[in-house]
């Protein structure tokens, strides 16, 4: 056989090669309820039994943190603190310390906007039921909002509460943070394309094989549209919108993302996306951006590197951070 002929045939069993490992590699995805939203799983491997275990680990981080930090769960270690704290140091769990100083630091940050005790008059709405804080209520609770009032000792590991009444509430900011652990999980067992997501807060590791990964940012008022899609990959993202949790009354919306200051709805904005390298900073800053509007909103998020925001506001009009519209030029 001449030389050429041996090197036509070598691109023949390259590609055959190439289809052997193809036929093992492929995209796994599994959704579940968790932490009271969907949760899903989707990654890149070339075991799929390994996949599926490490998927099955990550939705038991979701299941162990929930036990943790869900607020309406008597059992919780956040429902001890709530129920304690007011008397005195508690000493609490590393994962619990470490969440609540996140979030004291966005409560500096975005001046208040964001503040964990929103739920001393947060814990008074129901919204599947229709319920709401009378004004009464709605003053006393909003009384006792103030993350000044809460004393983390980062050292000695305890949390107290300051002021009489004051409850806290990580609904802002926990899905990040189980987000982040996910991918902590995925990323120990090797993989290296995926992406995590627990409702609104998602993060995407490396991309979708050659290209970016194609994530729509819904419209706040026509279910089952998009009003942006972005090319993105490695990277966190968060979106809060008026439209997840919310009930009409007299024509007003009254939703889940309160305004520290009132104990009532935050009105200004309609969407807050946010991309961050973290999904614990995107979940608390599309929260704080949200109350914060367009104005202070972009201001705030124009002075932190590697942070950027899309933001639908009252009338459906789109804005966006310096940093998108300088990439998009
Ligand atoms: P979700 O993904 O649950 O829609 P968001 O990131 O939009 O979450 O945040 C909304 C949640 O944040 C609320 O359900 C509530 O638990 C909590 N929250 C509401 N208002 C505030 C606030 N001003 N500061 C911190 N957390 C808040
Ligand atoms: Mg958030």
Redesign the pocket.
């Known amino acids: 056989m001449s030389s050429t002929g041996r090197l036509r045939l070598a691109p023949l069993v390259l590609l055959a090669l190439l289809c052997a490992h193809a036929a093992h590699a492929q995209w796994l995805r599994e959704e579940r309820e968790a932490m009271?939203?969907l949760i899903a799983v989707e990654l890149w491997t070339e075991d799929a039994a390994a996949g599926k275990a490490a998927i099955q680990n990550v939705f038991a981080e979701f299941d162990r943190l929930d036990a943790m930090m869900n607020p309406w769960n008597p059992a919780s270690e956040l429902s001890r603190i709530n129920r304690e704290a007011a008397r005195g140091p508690v000493a609490t769990t590393a994962e619990i310390v470490e969440v609540v100083a996140r979030?004291a630091h966005y409560?500096q940050l975005s001046g208040g906007?964001?503040?964990?005790s929103?739920?001393s008059v947060?814990r008074h709405y129901d919204y599947r039921a229709g319920d709401r804080p009378g004004a009464e209520q709605r003053a006393a609770g909003q009384a006792s909002i103030n993350y000044r009032a809460i004393a983390l000792d980062e050292k000695a590991g305890t949390i107290a509460f300051e002021l009489p009444g004051l409850q806290v509430?990580?609904?802002?900011?926990a899905?990040?943070y189980a987000v982040d652990r996910g991918i902590d999980i995925l990323m120990a067992a090797g993989i290296e394309a995926a992406v995590v997501s627990?409702?609104?807060?998602s993060r995407i590791l490396g991309d979708r094989g050659d290209r970016p990964r194609t994530v729509g940012i819904r419209h706040p008022r026509k279910d089952g549209e998009f009003a942006v899609l972005i090319p993105l990959s490695d990277t966190a993202i968060?979106?809060?919108?008026d439209y997840?949790?919310f009930f009409i009354e007299d024509g007003v919306r009254y939703h889940?993302?309160?305004?520290?200051k009132t104990g009532d709805s935050?009105r200004a904005v309609q969407s807050v996306s946010i991309l961050a390298p973290h999904a614990i900073d995107s979940?608390?800053l599309?929260?704080?951006v949200?109350?914060l509007g367009v104005r202070d909103g972009l201001a705030l998020v124009n002075r932190l590197p590697g942070i950027d925001a899309i933001i639908i506001d009252g009338a459906g009009k789109l804005h966006y951070s310096q940093e998108l519209l300088r990439s998009a030029e």
Request: charged letters at 20%; a negative charge; glycine letters at 20%.
């Open positions: 009271g939203t979030a409560s906007a964001f503040d964990i929103f739920a947060g509430d990580l609904g802002g900011i899905k990040g627990a409702g609104g807060d968060s979106t809060s919108g997840e949790r889940h993302i309160l305004d520290p935050a979940d608390a599309s929260t704080a949200f109350v």
